[in-house]
Every structure is written in structure tokens, then in C-alpha cells.
């Protein structure tokens, strides 16, 4: 379905959970979260219902998102559930790889097509230091498993923080040329935790690409966040999505639904539309909900104006 600025939606990013097994700084608060009741949170049928609703208003493309969606109980049977879905042609998974030496082979069974991979340092005592507490050991077996797998492309996400991991910016880059992955910098959000960190903290995507001048490149790819490089002679890209300092808006093509069943038209936008009384009372059609979350999608995000208001929710509660 198209939204009024005539952007295809057919993207739907789903969070699972807001649990996790680790505490990123910029992400997690320390203590971690607290638990919600039960019905506060969506089943894995309601999820399904969901998915299944949007596939019919369009949406081809379903993100597992979180929290660390290989925390939630059930959710095998989700990728099962909405693999089975008419009209879903991807499903792909976000996730910080801990579990996936684990899981991988289950869920690629259950129709999972492909991962992104968060991970933020090659080095142990950083990145247990970034996550606090994680072992970049057991990330590196997952990646590992993800390829012998064949769950294909797979995408690593690293977000630097200015004075933590600048050392591994180059490390990082350098898997390309070992594996056919692509290693993407996110950069940092004024988001949650990191809403109220120093200015010294936000390192830019240019600054990142001044620093490696031998990248070349890449021909963009529509409704993606990232622009792609490559440096001489790797076998995957280096990928840079730059939510802050240029805008992607203009191609967007998602939808985002959070563990607690409200429906975000837009990341960084407050705006939310609670599906629950439509779930579960029947008051109201999941159906109209959806169609008017497509309808009223913001043109693009106010990040970067003098009055914009940080989100509330951590991106853990969204899911990036
Ligand atoms: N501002 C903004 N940032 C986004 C959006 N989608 C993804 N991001 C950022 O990009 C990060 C990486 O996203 P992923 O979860 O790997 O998903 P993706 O980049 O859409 O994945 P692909 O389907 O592989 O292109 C997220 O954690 C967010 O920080 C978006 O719509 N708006
Ligand atoms: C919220 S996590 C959820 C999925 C999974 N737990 C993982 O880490 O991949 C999704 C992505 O959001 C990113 N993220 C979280 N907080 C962020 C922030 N403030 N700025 C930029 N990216 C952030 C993480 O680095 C991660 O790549
Ligand atoms: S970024 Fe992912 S792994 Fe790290 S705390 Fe947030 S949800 Fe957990
Ligand atoms: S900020 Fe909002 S409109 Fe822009 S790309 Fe992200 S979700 Fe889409």
C-alpha cells in the first residue's frame, strides 16, 4: 500500500520483546527492564495475525526484531507461523548473534531467510565493556554458524561510539575481505540511554569514511538505509546508514510493531497506534489500524531541528 507521500510500504519490523542477555550501553539501562504482565504483551498468534493483516495490505518483508528476539519463548514457532503467510516473500531477524550458534539450524528449518548481526567490537575486554557482560566469542560462533548455514546475505551491524571503539572501525571493515558479509556503521542515536550522552560521544558516518579513504563506492539500492562500499578486492560491502546526518525518508518503505502491540508509522516519531483492543476486544478492524498507521506515516524524522523531542521508548522496546 502506497502513503501519502507515494513510498510503497511493505515492510513490516517487528519487536518481540524488550528482554535481553546483554545491557548496551547506549541501548539498555544497567538494571535492565522490568518485567511486564503476561497480557500486556503480544502472543505468538496475535504476532502472526499481524503479520498476516499486513501481508494483505502489502507488506512482503517481516523483521524479528527486539530485545533480543532469541530470548522470547515461542519463537520458532513464530518464523514458522508467519513463513506460512501468503505474501511474505523475506523474513529476516535482527539479532546480537548470541544465541544463534544454538538456534540457527531450528530456525532456518522454520523459514527464516536471513540475519543482521549486531557487534560492536572484535575485541573481548571492549565489548564486554559495550554490551556489559557479552562474549564476542560466542557472537563470532553464531556468525560462523549463520554462514555455514547458508542463511544468505548476512549483515553486521556496528555502531561506534566516539573514545570506546574507534580502534575497531578498521578491524571491523576488514571481515569483508575474509568473508562475503557486509560489516554496516550505524550511527549513534539520541536515542534512550545514549538521549542525554555528550556531543563527544556521536562520531559520524563521513568521519568514519574520511578515515578509510580506499573505499569505493557502490551503486545505492532503493528503500535501503545504507550506502554501500567495498574496499580493494573484499568479498562482501562496508555499509553505512546514517539515520542522523542524511536523510533515508524519502525512500522508506516500513512499518514498525512493538512488544506491547502498538504500531509506530515512523522510528523516531512518538506517534503510536495501540492494536491490542482490536486484537482482543474486537473493537475496531486491525485492518482500518494498519491502513491508517500507512496513511498518517510522517514525510521524514526532525532529528536534526532545534525543537525535536527525543522518543521516549528505548530502541529496545522498537527494535532499531
Ligand atoms: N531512522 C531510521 N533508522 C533505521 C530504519 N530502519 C533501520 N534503521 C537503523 O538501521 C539499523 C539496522 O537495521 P536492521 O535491523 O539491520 O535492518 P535493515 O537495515 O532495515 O535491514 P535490511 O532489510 O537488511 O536492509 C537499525 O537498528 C536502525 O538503527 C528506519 O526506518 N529509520
Ligand atoms: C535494539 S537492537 C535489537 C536487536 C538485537 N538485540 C541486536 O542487538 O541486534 C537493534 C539495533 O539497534 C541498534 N541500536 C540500539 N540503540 C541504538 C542507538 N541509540 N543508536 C543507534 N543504534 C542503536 C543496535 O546496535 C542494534 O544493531
Ligand atoms: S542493542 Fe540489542 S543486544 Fe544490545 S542491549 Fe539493545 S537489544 Fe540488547
Ligand atoms: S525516520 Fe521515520 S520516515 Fe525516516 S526512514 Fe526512519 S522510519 Fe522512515
Partial sequence: MKDTYK???????????????????????????????????????????????????????????????????????????????????????????????????????????????????LDPHRYREITRGGEVEKVLEGIEEALTLGLDPIKLNTVIIGGENEEDIRKLMDLTKVYPIDVRFIELMPIGEASSWSKKHFISNEEIRKRVPELVPQLHETASPA??????????????????????????????????????????????????????????????????AIASKPEKHFLDTVDYKAITRNMSQIGG
Fill in 227 to 292: 550506502q554501500y562500499y567495498k574496499l580493494p578486492s573484499a568479498k562482501g560491502r562496508v555499509g553505512f546508514i546514517d539515520p542522523i546526518s542524511s536523510h533515508f525518508c524519502s525512500e522508506c518503505n516500513r512499518l514498525r510493531v512493538t512488544f506491547d502491540g502498538k504500531l509506530k508509522p515512523c522510528l523516531h516519531s512518538s506517534q503510536e497506534i495501540d492494536l491490542l483492543p482490536a486484537l482482543r476486544e474486537e473493537t475496531g478492524s486491525l485492518r482500518e489500524l494498519l491502513a491508517q
Fill in 7 to 121: 513510498r510503497n510500504i511493505n515492510y513490516l519490523r517487528i519487536s518481540v520483546t524488550d528482554f535481553c542477555n546483554l545491557r548496551c550501553k547506549y541501548c539498555m539501562p544497567e538494571a535492565g527492564v522490568e518485567k511486564m504482565k503476561h497480557c500486556d504483551v503480544l502472543s505468538i498468534e496475535e504476532i502472526v495475525k499481524i503479520a498476516k493483516e499486513s501481508a494483505s495490505l502489502g507488506i512482503r518483508k517481516v523483521r524479528i526484531t527486539g530485545g533480543e528476539p532469541l530470548v522470547r519463548k515461542g519463537i520458532i514457532d513464530l518464523i514458522k507461523g508467519i513463513s506460512a503467510i501468503e505474501g511474505i516473500e523475506d523474513i529476516a531477524m535482527t539479532t546480537n548473534g548470541l544465541l544463534l550458534k544454538e538456534y540457527g539450524k531450528e530456525l532456518k528449518e522454520a523459514g527464516l531467510k536471513r540475519v543482521n548481526i549486531s557487534i560492536d567490537s
